[in-house]
């Protein structure tokens, strides 16, 4: 599964710099990263870094993109889900 969030990597291993311009995109990677299980790095890292700049930016986000990116960090998806047993 990690695999195909090697697109969000740039040549030295960190995460593309034009992620952070990308609100949406860092929207979708948080909460993606948010399905990490241990041992899967890359969406560990995704995590620490969406982070950190989705609470660095929200303040100057305009409305309905500030709602969402609040509610995001509140209440991620996977956290708003209901598991499922069988």
Same mark, same amino acid.
């Given at each position: 599964?990690?695999?195909?969030?090697?697109?969000?990597?740039?040549?030295?291993?960190? @995460?593309?710099?034009?992620?952070?311009?990308? $609100?949406?995109?860092?929207?979708g990677l948080y909460e993606a990263? #948010?399905?990490? $299980?241990?041992?899967?790095?890359?969406?560990?890292?995704?995590?620490? @870094?969406?982070?950190? #700049?989705?609470?660095?930016? $929200?303040?100057?986000?305009?409305y309905p993109l500030a709602e969402? $990116?609040? #509610?995001?960090?509140?209440?991620?998806?996977?956290?708003?889900?209901?598991?499922?047993s069988r």
């Amino acid at each position: 599964m990690t695999g195909i969030f090697d697109k969000f990597k740039d040549e030295k291993g960190g @995460f593309k710099e034009d992620l952070i311009t990308n $609100v949406k995109g860092m929207l979708g990677l948080y909460e993606a990263a #948010h399905l990490w $299980v241990h041992g899967e790095d890359i969406l560990e890292e995704a995590l620490a @870094f969406t982070i950190t #700049h989705l609470k660095a930016m $929200v303040e100057s986000l305009r409305y309905p993109l500030a709602e969402q $990116v609040s #509610h995001a960090m509140e209440r991620p998806i996977r956290k708003g889900l209901e598991r499922i047993s069988r």
